[in-house]
């Protein structure tokens, strides 16, 4: 079992960056693909992006592309998400999700796909 706990999110106006964090417990994250989702009101869960057990390769939306970036600590059980140049569209709960298996990064782009979840962390973009 792991726990994960997501922080950093906040308040913050159009094209401006926010850093979240994910920080998992009882388990060692290395042992599992780390996927950030999202969650605006009243939709569905979308998958944000993804990354490899050793951290080399990443999986973004499209809608993210070039301007958030995955990465992760594996010997502080940590993964961060980056996101730049925020806009409105981009407000949502963000959840960071911890996934079994031994596919390509490329697979686990589903809600079903994970395991594991967080509480999520409120980001909000004020244009």
């Known amino acids: 079992q792991v726990q994960l706990v997501e922080s950093g999110g906040g308040l913050v106006q159009a094209g401006g960056s926010l850093r979240l964090s994910c920080a998992a417990s009882g388990h060692p994250i290395s042992t599992f693909i780390m996927g950030w989702f999202r969650q605006a009101s009243g939709k569905g869960r979308d998958f944000v992006a993804a990354?490899?057990?050793?951290?080399?390769?990443?999986k973004f939306a499209d809608f993210v592309k070039g301007r958030f970036t995955i990465s992760r600590d594996n010997a502080k059980n940590t993964v961060y998400l980056q996101m730049n140049k925020l806009n409105y569209t981009d407000t949502a709960s963000y959840y960071c999700?911890?996934?079994?298996?031994?596919?390509?990064?490329?697979?686990?782009?589903?809600?079903?796909?994970?395991?594991?979840w967080g509480q999520g962390t409120q980001v909000t973009v004020s244009s």
């Open positions: 999700a911890a996934a079994n298996g031994f596919y390509l990064v490329d697979y686990y782009i589903s809600p079903n796909d994970y395991d594991y």
């Open positions: 990354i490899s057990r050793n951290g080399v390769t990443p």
